[in-house]
């Protein structure tokens, strides 16, 4: 049957057309103005800041380069250089003598290297809370470096050293911030732990894991927690016009894979059809070809985007506020580069690779390992099945070495006390917009979710991409001020966590 239009009909279409265009605009302009307003400041005033004088800044700089000269390397799951951890022990009893004589303070020693503080505080009706650090660092050769890693030493403004940046500067910065309070008289109303984890780097067995169970059986509860994330990003996600706090609610899960391929060896003369490194090489290569769907929007990311849409230069702001229509060209943008490809699915890295022993022998067996890194929608039981329909060969064996799912996601509600503390403070501090975030990375704190469901990663720095690469890489450094500002940061979450109230916020012109 064929379709004829009169002249008037043609109109009446196009008339449609135009009114659903205008209703479409109208409600992605309306969506994005009645976006809730970022810029707030805090009714009320947080805690003063922190007044130094010379010599005391002199000794917070000196506090963090001494740290950093104790090479407190995590090599491997099963070699640490405990030297250096026993070192470490003397250093901070030293370096913070009033944190360690304080009547207010019980300290003890967990898993052998790992430190406890709990400081009592005077109202024991509100539940404590947690500030959770780790003293060891990932290797690091002084190749590639301005100045030697473990030296300690300071360049234009800048302390250098792995461990300036992670983890090392927040064990140094939340210790130097109570040495602090404790000088200025201050006594703690709300009481608060400090954890200070030695294998953070390996995974946090014998560290925050023991200091986990050392709190179960004295059946603690926690108000809220604090440890590493990525702080203030400056300039890092892609069309936002100032930087931006992200605070971490949940960590994505992690499953470490292991491939087998066996096959019957002989000499390289006289190879099969197809042999353990060529069958495995097509797994790996499948894995790496077909990326685990795009899931952006179905985790906590969206409310990060969306409640950052007002950040966003122009035509941004308008797609981020709309994300029930732009989903599909955000999520495709997201997956062009590597962190944001972090944030929208599960990643699949190939990392290690082993096959063979002389040229001249096919091997009886080659394996390789594959990280997966899990979307907060996505378990490790779904994973493990899509990762076998995209392998699709027996032949390949699958062994899961480590395995969990993605982290719960901590409240970010305006009634959460540890939420909105954070917040305050940050505010206050940065003066910069605070959003939730997915945390791409794993932290110690993800073994602490039975004693709080309020899990938070956030390190008070304000850090660029260049600054992010030098986390693990090379010249890791912090400068002077954004260490002293994250003193400052630890000095008001502390005596802004006193309170008994969640922060009210109001709308104004930051
Ligand atoms: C006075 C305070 C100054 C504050 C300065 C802090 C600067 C910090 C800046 C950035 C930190 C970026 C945080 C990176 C965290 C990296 C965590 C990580 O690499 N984790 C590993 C290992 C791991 C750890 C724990 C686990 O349970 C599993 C794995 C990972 O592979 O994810
Ligand atoms: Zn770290
Ligand atoms: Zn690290």
């Known amino acids: ?48 800041r922190i007044e130094l004088e010379e010599d005391e800044r002199e000794q917070l700089y000196e506090a963090l380069k001494g740290a950093l000269r104790i090479p407190t390397v995590s090599f491997s799951p099963s070699e640490q250089n405990t030297t250096a951890l026993e070192e470490f022990k003397e250093y901070i009893k030293s370096a913070f003598p009033r944190v360690f004589n304080s009547s207010l303070v019980e300290y003890e020693l967990v898993g052998g290297y790992s430190h406890l503080f709990n400081v009592q505080g005077s109202d024991n009706s509100l ?8 003293l060891d660092v990932v290797p690091a050769t002084p190749e590639g470096w301005d100045l030697p890693p473990f030296s300690g030493e300071e360049k234009d403004g800048y302390i250098y050293g792995r461990g300036s940046l992670d983890d090392k500067s927040r064990v140094i910065g939340i210790l130097q911030a109570l040495e602090f309070l404790f000088k200025k008289g ?42 590493e994330g990525f702080g203030v ?11 931006i706090a992200l605070i971490g609610v949940t960590e994505k899960g992690a499953i470490t894979l292991n491939l087998t391929v066996n096959s019957p060896p002989g000499h390289s003369s006289m190879p099969p059809r197809e042999s353990s490194i060529g069958i495995l090489s097509a797994a790996l290569s499948r894995l790496e070809q077909n990326r685990l769907p795009n899931l952006f929007g179905t985790g906590p990311e969206g409310s990060t985007f969306e409640q950052l849409a007002n950040e966003f230069y122009w035509p941004l702001n308008i797609m981020m506020a709309n994300l029930w229509f732009f989903n599909p060209i955000i999520s495709r943008l997201m997956a062009l580069t590597p962190s944001g490809n972090a944030i929208v699915r599960t990643t699949t890295a190939l990392t290690i690779v082993n096959g063979g022993i002389k040229a001249n022998v096919i091997p009886a067996t080659a394996t390789a390992t594959v990280n997966f890194r899990l979307h907060p929608a996505q378990t490790v039981e779904e994973v493990l099945n899509m990762v076998s329909e995209i392998i699709m060969d027996e032949r390949v064996i699958l062994s899961a070495i480590k395995a969990f799912d993605p ?4 409240p970010y509600d305006e009634e959460n006390f540890g939420y909105q503390t954070l917040k305050r403070t940050i505010t206050d501090l940065f003066s910069v917009p605070v959003a939730p975030a997915v945390c791409t ?27 992010l690469g030098r986390v693990h890489g090379l010249n890791e450094r912090i400068s002077r001020e954004g260490f002293e500002t994250g003193i400052q940061f630890y000095w008001q979450l502390i005596q802004n966590s006193d309170s008994d109230t969640v922060p009210v916020h109001r709308h104004s012109e930051l």
């Open 407 to 410: 982290l719960p996601i901590s």
């Open 233 to 243: 990003l400056d300039g890092v996600i892609y069309g936002t016009k100032r930087p």
């Open 1 to 48: 049957m064929a379709i004829s239009m009169g002249k008037g009909s043609v109109g009446v279409l196009t008339g449609v057309f135009i009114a659903s265009l205008a209703v479409v605009v109208a409600v992605l302009l309306l969506r994005t103005y009645n976006l809730p307003e970022l810029k707030v400041a805090w009714k009320g005033k947080g805690a003063p």
């Open 186 to 227: 201050y006594k703690p109303r709300r009481s608060f732990y400090i954890g200070l984890g030695h294998d953070e780097e390996i995974s946090g067995r014998h560290g925050a894991k023991e200091i986990v169970k050392t709190l179960e059986t004295r059946n603690v509860k926690l108000e809220y927690l604090l440890d």
């Open 441 to 467: 990375v794993n932290t110690d704190s993800r073994h602490f979710v039975n004693l709080t469901e309020s899990v938070y990663r956030f390190s008070p720095v304000v850090m660029t991409a260049e600054d």
């Open 127 to 134: 539940l404590p809370y947690m500030l959770l650090a780790h």
